[in-house]
C-alpha cells in the first residue's frame, strides 16, 4: 500500500517538473535575431522566452553555440527546434558590415554577458551592508599614528580588536539605517568601503591593546569610529550568475535604491528586505510588483482613494473597498546576500520601479 501511494505521489510531481523546466517561448517570438552591442544573454532570451532566467536551456550545448558567452555583436541567432520538439538557438550567418577605411571583424568586439560584472562591479567593491553586531562588537578605527581627525593613504591605524597579522582588511563608513518596512525594526546598515590596508600589529582588545592597519588604499577619508572587515568576506563573486526563480516563500519590498531616489530603472541596484533568514540564495530572479490604486465607492460612484473627500475616506476603515491587485512591473536578480538583506540588479522594468513595490517569486 505504501509503495503504491508513494508511486502515485511520484506520478502526480513529475509532470509538474517537467511542466516547471519547460520553456515557453514569448508572445511574437522572433524566429532570428542580430546581437547587438551591449546587448546581454538576459536581453537576448528575454526576446524569446516568457522566463529568460531559463536561458541556458534556449542556449543548451549545440554545435552552432558551444558557448553562449562568446556571441559577438554582428552575429545572427536562429530559433529552431530539435528532434523532441523543444526550442533552441543555434547561429546564422554572421552579418558584418565592411568599409574602406576600417575592417570589422568579430574578435574586435566584445562577447555578450549574462549580466555585465562591470555594471555590478563598484557595488561589489565599495557597498555592504553591516549587521547589527558589526556596529557593537565588530573592531573599529581609533585613531592613526599622526594624529588627525581623518587619514589617508601610508598612515597607521589603531584599530580597536584582535586583527590577523598580514592579512588585509577594508574599512567601512556606516551610513543610514535600513528599516523593516513591516516592523519599523533595523534590519542593518548600509555601508561604504572608504579605504583598505593590511594588518601589521595584531593587537589585544583584552588588554586594550590596539591592532595596526597600514593604509594602502584610501578611497576618502578614513575616520574614527569606522567598521573595520576583512577583505573579501562576503564580496566573492562567480563570473557570471546561474540564475533561477526564488522560492516561492519570497515574499518582501524594494527597501532603498543605492542611488539614493525614490524612482529607478533597468540595470540599477536596489536593496531588498529579505535575505539568508528568508531562504534567498544569489541569483534568484524576482518578480516586482505594485500595489493597483486603491477604490472607494461615493454617492457619485467610484473614485481613486486618493481623490476620495476626506469624509469618504473617513468612512472607510481600509484604504479600498476593492481588494486591488498586484500587477507586475519588472524583474530583478539577487547577487549579494546578507542576512535580512539583499542587494539586486533590476534586469527589466515597465516603468520606474519604487521604494515599497513587492518582491515575489515570478
Request: glycine share 8%; proline share 6%; charged share 25%.
Amino acid at each position: 500500500m505504501l509503495k503504491r501511494i508513494i508511486l502515485t505521489i511520484l506520478c502526480l510531481i513529475l509532470p509538474l517538473s517537467v511542466i516547471a523546466d519547460e520553456l515557453k517561448l514569448a508572445k511574437n517570438a522572433p524566429t532570428s535575431y542580430v546581437v547587438k552591442k551591449g546587448d546581454t544573454l538576459w536581453d537576448i532570451s528575454a526576446k524569446f522566452l516568457q522566463q529568460p532566467w531559463l536561458w541556458p536551456k534556449l542556449w543548451r550545448i549545440n554545435p552552432d553555440i558551444e558557448n553562449p558567452h562568446l556571441i559577438y555583436p554582428g552575429e545572427e541567432l536562429n530559433l529552431v527546434y530539435d528532434a523532441q520538439g523543444r526550442p533552441m538557438l543555434v547561429k546564422g550567418k554572421p552579418a558584418l558590415k565592411w568599409s574602406p577605411k576600417v575592417r570589422t571583424s568579430l574578435k574586435d568586439q566584445n562577447p555578450v554577458e549574462t549580466i555585465s560584472l562591470n555594471v555590478l562591479s563598484p557595488f561589489v567593491k565599495y557597498d555592504t551592508v553591516l549587521s547589527g553586531e558589526d556596529i557593537e562588537s565588530g573592531p573599529y578605527i581609533l585613531g592613526s599614528d599622526e594624529g588627525y581627525k581623518s587619514s589617508v593613504d601610508g598612515v597607521k591605524l589603531y584599530v580597536n580588536g584582535d586583527l590577523a597579522v598580514g592579512k588585509s582588511y577594508g574599512v567601512y563608513q556606516k551610513s543610514e539605517a535600513i528599516l523593516s518596512p513591516s516592523t519599523e525594526e533595523i534590519i542593518g546598515y548600509h555601508a561604504r568601503l572608504v579605504g583598505t590596508g593590511k594588518a601589521i600589529r595584531q593587537g589585544d582588545k583584552a588588554s586594550k591593546t590596539p591592532a595596526t592597519i597600514y593604509v594602502e588604499g584610501a578611497l576618502r577619508e578614513i575616520r574614527a569610529g569606522d567598521i573595520v572587515k576583512p577583505v573579501n568576506e562576503g564580496q566573492m563573486l562567480p563570473s557570471f550568475f546561474t540564475m533561477q526563480a526564488a522560492n516561492n516563500d519570497v515574499q518582501g519590498e524594494i527597501i532603498k535604491a543605492s542611488n539614493g531616489m525614490r524612482e529607478f530603472g533597468k540595470l540599477e541596484v536596489v536593496f531588498i528586505d529579505q535575505g539568508n533568514s528568508h531562504g534567498v540564495k544569489q541569483g534568484d530572479v524576482l518578480s516586482v510588483k505594485r500595489l493597483s490604486p486603491g477604490v472607494v465607492e461615493t454617492n457619485d460612484g467610484p473614485v481613486y482613494t486618493a481623490d476620495a473627500s476626506r469624509w469618504n475616506r473617513m468612512a472607510n476603515e481600509a484604504e479600498s473597498d476593492y481588494q486591488m491587485p498586484k500587477e507586475a512591473i519588472g524583474k530583478l536578480m539577487v547577487f549579494k546576500v546578507f542576512d535580512q538583506v539583499s542587494m539586486a540588479i533590476i534586469l527589466n522594468s515597465e516603468k520606474p520601479l519604487r521604494l515599497q513595490d513587492w518582491v515575489t517569486a515570478p
